[in-house]
């Protein structure tokens, strides 16, 4: 079986590695720069639980080289889209399984409400475009509840959290999610096969949307974010908000913000996605974690007046510091 992943950061590192331990399957990746020559060099490697696994890799730029695969993970973030998507099409064909395995809300998500008003969604979908790259009909939907980081080019390192959760876009379950599910668990991870994946993905989202912005904006780690009773009762404002916009779109939460973030502080002191991306100088995932959300009250006609102050600050933020608004391929 031929696997690629489709950016090779922290997530798909993780992903990428654990797979090539099944000397069954061959895990390529689509990279850039000093991560092409990284794993060619070194393969993947991944370090967990005190030890480094290492598997063979061949790494390209190019997806002609590539080819065509059986399984394609995109696990970029969302401001490389708009380069790459288009790309990809040598590695697909009408049984390849696309996996989208990022932050936010992919670009999919709002297909069956695009083709009915004919209006895309431009945080996540900018004219259609990405609708355009790769046939609905392959993607996968898949969350992460897992944590690790890019020590270097091609040097994965996990952090906390296993799950990978995965189903249709157009809900109900599948052989070919359970196929793939039962790949993940014998690759070492939680996996689970969900008859939702959109509300799956918007119950994520509805806890990372506040800490992410406002780690950004202000520099402060999750836990210092929740420990100032101001911020708390912020965050939590604009959650009920999110709450009331996902009834309208088929994804109820049933958890109250209170009991979120007191999950949230079990994790202590960490850097969020978007603090690290403003550190390291990176576009940030606004669009596809806020601007989606803010986007969709709009169409809806919903107030969500702390969703768009949120939502604007950050976004002046990272325009002034050069972070938003530009691609990062």
């Given amino acids: ?59 390209s730029d190019s997806t002609a080289e590539l080819g065509l695969q059986d399984i394609v993970f995109i696990a970029l973030k969302t401001p490389a889209l708009p380069q790459v998507l288009p790309t990809l099409a040598p590695l697909i064909d009408e049984n390849t399984l696309v996996v989208s395995a ?59 959290g296993n799950t990978l959760i995965i189903g249709e876009p157009k809900g109900g379950k599948s052989e070919r999610v ?27 989202l509805w806890g990372n949307m506040t800490t992410n912005p406002v780690s ?24 009920n908000e999110a709450a009331i916009i996902g009834e309208h779109i088929g994804c109820k939460i049933s958890e109250d913000p209170e009991t979120r973030h007191l999950g ?23 669009d596809s974690i806020l601007g989606i959300v803010y986007e969709l009250s709009q169409r809806l006609g919903i107030e969500s007046p702390n969703i768009e102050s949120l939502f604007g600050l950050t976004r002046l933020f990272a325009t002034t510091k050069g972070l938003y608004g530009k691609s990062d391929t």
């Fill in 1 to 59: 079986m031929k696997i690629c992943i489709v950016g090779t950061g922290a997530i798909g590192g993780f992903i990428g590695a654990r797979l090539a331990m099944n000397k069954d399957f061959t895990v390529n990746a689509l990279a850039r720069g000093e991560s092409v020559h990284a794993l060619n060099k070194h393969g993947w490697r991944l370090e967990q639980d005190g030890e480094t696994i290492q598997s063979p890799c061949f790494a």
């Fill in 216 to 239: 950004a904006i202000t520099g402060a780690t999750a836990d210092k974010i929740l420990q100032d009773p101001l911020v708390r009762k912020y965050c939590s404002a604009i959650m």
């Fill in 102 to 160: 990022m932050n936010g809300i992919p670009w999919w998500f709002f297909r069956d409400l695009e083709e009915s008003s004919h209006r895309p969604f431009q945080s996540v979908n900018p004219k259609g475009q990405h609708s355009l790259a790769i046939p609905y009909e392959n993607i996968i939907g898949l969350v992460v509840h897992a944590a690790a980081i890019r020590k270097e080019p091609g040097v994965i390192q996990h952090k906390a």
């Fill in 178 to 204: 359970q196929m793939l599910a039962d790949i993940l668990s014998d690759a070492g991870f939680e996996s689970k096969h969900s008859d939702n994946i959109r509300a799956e993905i918007w119950f994520k």
């Fill in 264 to 286: 949230t502080e079990k994790l202590g002191a960490f850097k969020t996605s978007m603090l690290q991306d403003v550190e390291n100088g990176r576009a940030i995932e606004l």
